[in-house]
């Protein structure tokens, strides 16, 4: 676990539903991600997909410390927005550096 001050790697996995796929990516990448850009902590964000087993995409976030979770201008854009009824497989992993 990471103090509420200490730098940590985010990363989200989900799976969309196959109809919704291109308006999630869109969205993603020009609405969610400078959204969550623009909150205090919340430095520096990037997508992918996953070639393994587990969930398609993967955001990888670097956040200043925990306390990015609790400022009033995460609260109102975390989540999936107009997809969040499709979103399926959400997976939530926090990392620091050895």
């Keep these: 676990m990471t103090t509420n001050d200490e730098e940590f790697t985010h990363i989200v996995m989900v799976d969309i539903d196959p109809e919704h796929e291109s308006a999630f990516n869109k969205w993603y990448v020009q609405q969610h991600f400078p959204d969550l850009l623009s909150c205090p902590g919340w430095l520096s964000a990037s997508r992918y997909v996953n070639l393994g087993e587990g969930p398609k995409y993967v955001a ?3 956040v200043a ?3 990015a979770f609790e400022t009033e201008d995460f609260i109102k854009v975390k989540g999936f927005g107009p997809f969040t009824d499709h979103v399926r ?3 939530r992993i926090q990392l620091k550096p050895i």
């Design 60 to 62: 990888m976030y670097s």
């Design 65 to 67: 410390g925990q306390w």
């Design 89 to 91: 497989n959400f997976k």
